[in-house]
């Protein structure tokens, strides 16, 4: 990716402004949460029955695609039932005694929020499991032969793990979890709503057509719905003008979104698939290598998408186009006889 790109997918925020942003339009409740309506009505009747037996919730794993809303999910877990929020991280978590901190400092109720579970060290996952099942732990104390384990008692807790790679979890891990959440990819009207949430929050004067431009392009993402609907205010602000559809359209094209919403890096998965490898299949570890990405990124966040839409299938040999990738890239299908018209 160039300097300057606008990296729609990046799960890491770019810059302090960025993190404000989205901290800002987080939805602070069940009921100002957008769509997802299944997931929605699963925690509510979670959340309202522990409440009305006076215990802490049963963990819960949210998994899907970046920017879907898991981290806003789980602070509205512990903002619902009026708990105590801690949040951390897999990749934070290197050594058990990093989770043995962690754990033994939790208050009564509890949430505890963390990001990227399945980044943990093997040696905390375990620590985990007694933890999520016992609210206990063994501290293992001395070293060698001489070492012996001392169970400790833990306050009562929920725990929320994120994840955008369920499959990796183990599943000892997994089955711990009372309740398993899969977000899904937002629908347009969806979208529509969540940006004329963000609009009013904002204060912006933006054009009913305009939001539901932004609302196709943003590959089903409230995350990217929310930084275009920025990109586009930016625009309207520079060129003096309204945020109305030219202002979107113009806005989307400089920052390369095409019509479907594919950013850059879609888009070279794709053009590789197709151009490289005739159409597929081709797999993934050598997509990414091909396009000069992690493999866990195109596995996480440029193919769900993709096969969302229906361009790419998973074959057990790889991922192939489909007949409308093809057609979107304005490509003659490799092996396809040409109609006369075509010629
Ligand atoms: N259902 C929703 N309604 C309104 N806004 C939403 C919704 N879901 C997400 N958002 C907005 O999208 C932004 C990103 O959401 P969030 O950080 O919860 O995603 P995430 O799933 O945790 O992503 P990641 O996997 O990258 O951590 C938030 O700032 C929030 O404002
Ligand atoms: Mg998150």
Known sequence: MNEGDLDLTDPVLSSEAELAFEGALRPKSLEEFVGQTRVRGQLQLLLTAATMQQRTPDHILLAGPPGLGKTTLAM?????????????????????????????????????????????????????????????????????????????????????????????????????????????????????????????????????????????????????????????????????GRADLGAVRAALDLYDVDPLGLDRLDRAVMETILTRFGGGPVGLNTLAVSVGEESETIEAVVEPFLVRIGLITRTPRGRMATPSAWRHFGIPEVGATLAIDDL
Do not use: W
């Not at 903002?79 to 005694?97: K, T, W």
């Not at 933890?131 to 833990?154: C, N, Y």
């Not at 309740?179 to 949430?197: G, I, K, M, N, S």
């Open 76 to 240: 509205i877990v512990a903002y619902e039932g009026g708990r105590p929020l801690r949040m951390s991280s897999g990749p934070a978590i290197q050594h058990a005694g990093d989770l043995a901190a962690i754990l033994s400092s939790l208050v009564p109720g509890e949430v505890l929020f963390i990001d990227e579970v399945h980044r943990m060290a093997r040696s905390a996952e375990e620590m985990l499991y007694l933890a999520m099942e016992d609210f206990r732990i063994d501290i293992m104390v001395g070293k060698g032969a001489g070492a012996t384990s001392v169970p400790l008692d833990l306050a009562p807790f929920t725990l929320v793990g994120a994840t955008t790679r369920s499959g990796l979890l183990p599943n000892p891990l997994r089955d711990r979890f009372g309740f398993t959440a899969h977000l899904e990819f937002y629908d347009e009207a969806e979208l529509e709503q969540v940006l004329v949430r963000a609009a009013t929050m904002l204060g912006l004067d933006v054009d009913r057509e305009a939001l539901a431009e932004i609302a196709g392009r943003c590959r089903g993402t409230p995350r990217i719905a929310n930084r275009l609907l920025r990109r586009v205010r930016d625009y309207a602000l520079v060129h003096g």
